[in-house]
């Protein structure tokens, strides 16, 4: 949970949370394109959202079972965007 700021510190803040957890799943992506792990950089990005998820929704007062539910769900689409993202293959021209 980041302090309470505003404007500018606000939004450099949640850019370097999101960029944080993104950084595992760039950086594994290069090594597993073409090999039989292309959807490792994905699992990365779903757990690390799912894991934020379900904390962010405990402190906000959500039941457990409710928030483990709800955070599998949202890091199951946050990860399945990622692996469509990540192993797009490019067309040569």
Not at 25 to 31: C, F
């Amino acid at each position: 949970m980041r302090p309470r700021l505003a404007g500018a510190q606000a939004i450099a803040s949640d850019l370097a949370s999101a960029a944080g957890y993104m950084v595992p799943s760039l950086l594994i992506a290069p090594v597993t394109e073409g090999t039989s792990v292309v959807w490792l950089p994905a699992l990365l990005l779903g757990t690390a959202t799912a894991g934020d998820t379900y904390n962010t929704e405990r402190r906000a007062g959500m039941p457990d079972r409710q928030a483990v539910i709800y955070s599998a769900a949202v890091g199951a689409v946050e990860g399945g965007l990622g692996k469509a993202g990540l192993t797009r293959r490019r067309r040569s021209r």
